[in-house]
């Protein structure tokens, strides 16, 4: 299983992230932060979990490589900050929400922790990012898939419980511990 973290460039071309298995913080578990940290920020992005085995789908077929949706959380150094490649093999660099189906109008509602909503339209955003990635990586059922384009950057204080949701389902939740 691969985790990919999509950009696209000004130019339109893909810029990719690669997160190991191991820097994956799954099923709610909690984050520790190091000794002298008091808080962590993150940048949220939306995510789509690859449900089918696939090479150089085209963008008009993508819709049909992926079968749920979730957010996804990546520990950044500060709000605005770009993260470096150890910051995406750190552990628990990247936390994964709970899966759900993907929103059938195409339309993602995010409701922050500090009561902040956003709206993404980012269908045809992963749509893209399919075609673009499989036209040199095979996809297989598992992997996923974040689009950094669509992101959203919270700081939450040791032993707090951040929670957002996508359409009203709680889907991201964790303890900082």
Known sequence: MKTLIVRFAPDGKPQLRQVPDSALLTGGRPLFLGENDTEATFTVMPAVRISRLGLAISRRFAARYYDAATLVALRIPAVGATPSETDLVADSALTVGAWMPVPEDRIWNIECPDGTATRWQVADNFERAIEAVSERSTFKTGDILA?????????????SRPEWALNSAAT???KIK
């Open 147 to 159: 689009l950094a384009d669509f992101s959203t950057c919270f700081t939450a204080p040791r032993d």
């Open 172 to 174: 991201l939740h964790f």
